[in-house]
């Protein structure tokens, strides 16, 4: 039973970067295309000073500790936080050139704190 729970979670991270990359890529918000009809318009999960940026934190947290959860089950070099990180960083500096696509300071170290959050998290954990 335990083993399944693991691989669960193996295939919901492997969703979740699928899902990451998807909206990351697209040249328009897909997310604001389904909720509001606007591929220009971002939702805000959380009312905040800082905007949009709220959800990048939160989608990094969720796919840090994913990979944290399965790196230590399995051994899948797509689970590693560095390569998180790295995409956190890529990804952000993606959208200097995918049409429709801001690049945003605040998107990138909401980015980055997202899975520095995570990371710490379950350090204190341990």
Known sequence: MKNTIFHIIKYLYYFSITVLLIIYLFPGSLIGYFLYGDLGKQPILISNPIG???NHCIYFIW???LAIIISNKFKV???NTYLIFLLSIL????HLFIPNRAFEYYDLLANIAGVLVAIIFFKLLK
């Open 77 to 79: 070099i797509f689970a």
């Open 91 to 94: 990804l952000e500096i993606s």
């Open 52 to 54: 949009t940026s709220i």
């Open 63 to 65: 796919l840090t500790s």
